[in-house]
T-cell receptor
Framework: KQEVTQIPAALSVPEGENLVLNCSFT??????LQWFRQDPGKGLTSLLL?????REQTSGRLNASLDKSSGRSTLYIAASQPGDSATYLC??????????FGKGMKLTVNP | GAGVSQSPSNKVTEKGKDVELRCDPI?????LYWYRQSLGQGLEFLIY????????KSGLPSDRFSAERTGGSVSTLTIQRTQQEDSAVYLC????????????FGNGTRLTVT
C-alpha cells in the first residue's frame, strides 16, 4: 500500500528565501508524482507533474525533481514571495490510477 | 475554459438525512475522482470513474456512500443517513487521461452534519 509523507507539516520563512519542500513515497512503482497547492477554502491547483521516466520539471520559479529509486521528490521554490503562502501537497499515481496524497505542508512567507 | 464545478458549496444537514453532492467535470475529461478532506487530515480517496470502466469504489467508507457518473460527465455522490463523522469537505477532480494528466479540482462542498 502506497504511503506518502511530507515533513515538516509547516514552515515559516522570510520573503526572498529559496525553499525546499520534501515528499517521500514507499512504493516506487508509480506513473508520476504530482505537486499541488491549496489556498484556504479552495480546491487544489496543479503545479507540476513529473512522469516516472523524468527527473525534473520546471514552471517559473518552481522546480520539482523525482528520484524514484529512493522514493523521494523535492519541490524547489526560488525567491519566495508572500503570495506563495499556501499548503503544498504531493501525490503519487500508481498502478491503481488513483492518487495517494501526503498530508501537505503549510508554508507561510513573511514580508 | 470552465473548470470543475461542484454544488452546493456548503451544505448543512441534520443527522440521519440523505445528501447529494454534484460534480461537473471539465468537458472531455475521462477520469473523475472524489476525495474527502477532514480538518487536519489528508485527502482520503473515495471513488474513481474512468470512461466506461467499472468504477473503483475501494475508498468508500461504508455502504451509506454511493456515487454515479451519468453519460460519462456529471457525477453525484450520495450519502445516506448522514452521521456527524461525515462532516468534511468533499472534493471532486477530473483529468483528461487515465494517467500522466494533471488533476483539476473543484472548490469542494463543505458538508456539516448537526
Amino acid at each position: 500500500k502506497q504511503e506518502v509523507t511530507q515533513i515538516p507539516a509547516a514552515l515559516s520563512v522570510p520573503e526572498g528565501e529559496n525553499l525546499v519542500l520534501n515528499c517521500s513515497f514507499t512504493d516506487s512503482a508509480i506513473y508520476n508524482l504530482q505537486w499541488f497547492r491549496q489556498d484556504p477554502g479552495k480546491g487544489l491547483t496543479s503545479l507540476l507533474l513529473i512522469q516516472s521516466s523524468q527527473r525534473e520539471q520546471t514552471s517559473g520559479r518552481l522546480n520539482a525533481s523525482l528520484d524514484k529509486s529512493s522514493g523521494r521528490s523535492t519541490l524547489y521554490i526560488a525567491a519566495s514571495q508572500p503570495g506563495d503562502s499556501a499548503t503544498y501537497l504531493c501525490a503519487a499515481q500508481g498502478g491503481s490510477e488513483k492518487l495517494v496524497f501526503g498530508k501537505g505542508m503549510k508554508l507561510t512567507v513573511n514580508p | 475554459g470552465a473548470g470543475v464545478s461542484q454544488s452546493p458549496s456548503n451544505k448543512v444537514t441534520e443527522k440521519g438525512k440523505d445528501v447529494e453532492l454534484r460534480c461537473d467535470p471539465i468537458s472531455g475529461h475521462t477520469a473523475l475522482y472524489w476525495y474527502r478532506q477532514s480538518l487536519g487530515q489528508g485527502l482520503e480517496f473515495l471513488i474513481y470513474f474512468q470512461g466506461n470502466s467499472a468504477p473503483d469504489k475501494s475508498g468508500l467508507p461504508s455502504d451509506r456512500f454511493s456515487a454515479e457518473r451519468t453519460g460519462g460527465s456529471v457525477s453525484t455522490l450520495t450519502i445516506q443517513r448522514t452521521q456527524q463523522e461525515d462532516s468534511a469537505v468533499y472534493l471532486c477532480a477530473s483529468s483528461r487521461d487515465r494517467v500522466n494528466s494533471p488533476l483539476h479540482f473543484g472548490n469542494g462542498t463543505r458538508l456539516t452534519v448537526t
